[in-house]
């Protein structure tokens, strides 16, 4: 991961940067939508950067922007120097694990290595090298169906690794596991990310999640970024002393703050103009 990590770039420029970026979207009826709004973004290179906002901010459509698979109208991305083209340069982590079915695991992890100029014999090798980081070289030669969630997930992630990106783009990876598995798979990443650092755009509904992952913690809301705060807790962040320090529970108490706020003014959301506090009160009365 991480690889030639001034290659193409003049040293001091990010690693992405987006500037004044603006996308915009045809919705069914013809009626136009602004995903990312004059969106400006700068990341460095070993640098986790959590994406947090309400549901329809633009997070996902940021990721996607950054690794070349939509254009903005307007501005400008550049990944490692170049504007990004989808590929090798980026890893994609989603949600639903995305793996082949009538493949084996290895061979999903050979088969998006196809793209690299790599031997059979070296691809082979390098997969079985991820599938052991993220401890699944046993079943190599089991089919995705035959695995739970969390190993899917797990093959998903070594399969990103193993293209050894610029760039690391998880979309709510962890989102479909159950809290176990989750908090597993983020002390897994961590370890990996610890090890072989790339720069890690990491999208989550969770706000603990973000604050337990991430060096920066980007706010979304209405297709721009509101807010960007560096987390300043100490690493590693899983045990109850962190997550019970009042840093990180005033960090949790503002971001919360802030996406609620977000959700109830927004018109379009499902839950405008509530007052959740009096609804609150009404219940306990
Ligand atoms: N392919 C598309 N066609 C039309 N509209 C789209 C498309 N992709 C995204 N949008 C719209 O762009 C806006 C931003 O969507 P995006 O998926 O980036 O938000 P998000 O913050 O990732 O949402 P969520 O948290 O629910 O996944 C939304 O209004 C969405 O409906």
Known sequence: MAQGATQGREPGTPRLSLQGVTKRFTRPGGEQSVALNNISLACEDRTFVAIVGPSGCGKTTLLRVANGLIRPEEGQVRLGGKAPRPGPEAGFVFQSFRLIPWLTVRRNIEFALEELPLSAAERKERALHYLDLV?????????????????????????????????????????????????????????????????????????????????????????????????????????????????????????????????????????????????QKEASA
């Open 135 to 279: 401890g699944l070289a046993r079943v190599e030669g089991s089919y995705p169906a035959q695995l739970s969630g969390g190993m899917r997930q797990r093959v998903a992630l070594a399969r990103a690794l193993a293209v050894e990106p610029m760039i690391l783009l998880m979309d709510e990876p962890f989102a479909s596991l159950d809290a176990q598995t989750r908090e597993l798979m983020q002390m897994e990443l961590m370890a990996i990310w610890q090890r072989n650092r790339a720069l890690v755009l990491f999208v989550t509904h969770s706000v603990d999640e973000a604050l337990v992952l991430a060096d920066r913690v980007v706010l979304m809301g209405g297709g721009q970024v509101l807010d960007d705060i560096e987390v300043p807790l100490p690493r590693p962040r899983f045990g109850e002393e962190v997550r019970a320090s009042a840093a990180f529970l005033e960090l949790r108490a503002y971001l919360w703050g802030r996406i609620r706020d977000l959700v109830l003014s927004d018109p379009a959301s499902d839950f405008y103009g509530r007052d959740p506090a009096a609804a």
